[in-house]
Nanobody, 123 residues
């Protein structure tokens, strides 16, 4: 099991940036695909971005393409989500997730989840 702790959320004005971090407590971090998902009030959880084991491949939802960048540092057991040009529609709780071989954009295929970090974008 992977313990995940997100940080970096907060309140930002539209057009601003935030960088989320997710620290993993696991010996073999590089064995896990890492994903970011988000859930806005009254909405279902949705895929944001994912990155493969060595970081060689990244995937993004259409909503975040060209604005969000996912990266990982396997030496630090950490995955990041850089979010630029934030919009009020990006307001949500952001979760990181880990799994060894998931269908990268499908939340129920990830076994391990963090507690989430709130991102609020004001207009």
């Amino acid at each position: 099991q992977v313990q995940l702790v997100e940080s970096g959320g907060g309140l930002v004005q539209a057009g601003g940036s935030l960088r989320l971090s997710c620290a993993a407590s696991v010996r073999t971090f590089s064995s896990y695909v890492m994903g970011w998902f988000r859930q806005a009030p009254g909405k279902e959880r949705e895929f944001v971005a994912a990155i493969t084991w060595s970081g060689g491949s990244t995937y993004y939802a259409d909503s975040g393409k060209c604005r969000f960048t996912i990266s990982r540092d396997n030496a630090k057991n950490t995955v990041y989500l850089q979010m630029n040009s934030l919009e009020p529609e990006d307001t949500a709780v952001y979760y990181c997730a880990a799994d060894e071989v998931p269908n990268y954009d499908t939340d129920y295929e990830y076994d391990d989840w963090g507690q989430g970090t709130q991102v609020t974008v004001s207009s």
